[in-house]
């Protein structure tokens, strides 16, 4: 099972907005709508912001935002925030019951 | 307030083997199923496996790259999760997470990770 492709780098003014891409295969992200997000800063362990593709954990803000598309889901940042500063991983079910995770994206507040 | 804190690892040789425990509080662990992730050094999260629930089996799935080699298990008595890890090759060097499944597929809480180096 590949890891699903994420570009490496995206960046953003305070108070734009960004958007970073996960694509899969029609037997991952195409057949799931079970996509999560997860934000990991240096040294710490990853933080769930997005689940079941599109919902909100408690807690995590709604200028984080998910869809898909296809065999792509989207990971959208709202009025982005110099604390935004961090990796994104995107993460599927996939098939024989297990989990595919992204390539990661590091996403950087100018 | 959930917390999660693994234990066990360090350094060990290739071929050999280590085992990972992963301590919780602040839910009912019995109630939920269970992952390892693991992190190598500079790259991104790898899912390792999971384990069910006894009330659902109780039994265990695993990727690809560690099938036959890694075993999952929990001790609801405990309140503790484990990873078994036999055959070690240099390329399972890394930060290992436990982490609640929440949902149906995502990973809720975390725990601070431990280092494994597999090295001559």
């Known amino acids: 099972q590949s890891a699903l492709t994420q570009p490496a780098s995206v960046s953003g003014s305070p108070g734009q907005s960004i958007t970073i891409s996960c694509t899969g295969t029609?037997?991952?992200?195409?057949?799931?709508?079970?996509v999560s997000w997860y934000q990991q800063h240096p040294g710490k362990a990853p933080k769930l912001m997005i689940y079941?593709?599109?919902k909100w954990p408690s807690g995590v803000s709604n200028r984080f935002s998910g869809s898909k598309s296809g065999n792509t889901a989207s990971l959208t940042i709202s009025g982005l925030q110099t604390e935004d500063e961090a990796d994104y991983y995107c993460?599927?079910?996939?098939?024989?019951?297990?989990?595919?995770f992204g390539t990661g994206t590091k996403v950087t507040v100018l | 307030e959930v917390q999660l804190v693994e234990s066990g690892g360090g350094l060990v040789k290739p071929g050999g083997s280590l085992r990972l425990s992963c301590a919780a509080s602040g839910f009912t662990f019995s109630d939920v199923w269970m992952s390892w992730v693991r992190q190598p050094p500079g790259k991104g999260l790898q899912w390792i496996g999971r384990i069910k629930t006894k009330f659902v089996g109780g039994t265990p799935d695993y990727a690809a790259p560690v099938k036959g080699r890694f075993t999952i298990s929990r001790d609801d008595s405990k309140n503790t999760l484990y990873l078994q890890m036999n055959s070690l090759k240099t390329e399972d060097t890394a930060v290992y997470y436990c982490?609640?499944?929440?949902?149906?597929?995502?990973?809720?809480?975390w725990g601070q990770g431990i280092r494994v180096t597999v090295s001559s």
């Open positions: 029609s037997s991952d992200v195409g057949s799931s709508n079970l």
């Open positions: 079941e593709g599109s």
């Open positions: 993460c599927s079910n996939a098939p024989s019951n297990t989990f595919v």
């Open positions: 982490a609640t499944d929440f949902g149906e597929s995502s990973f809720g809480s």
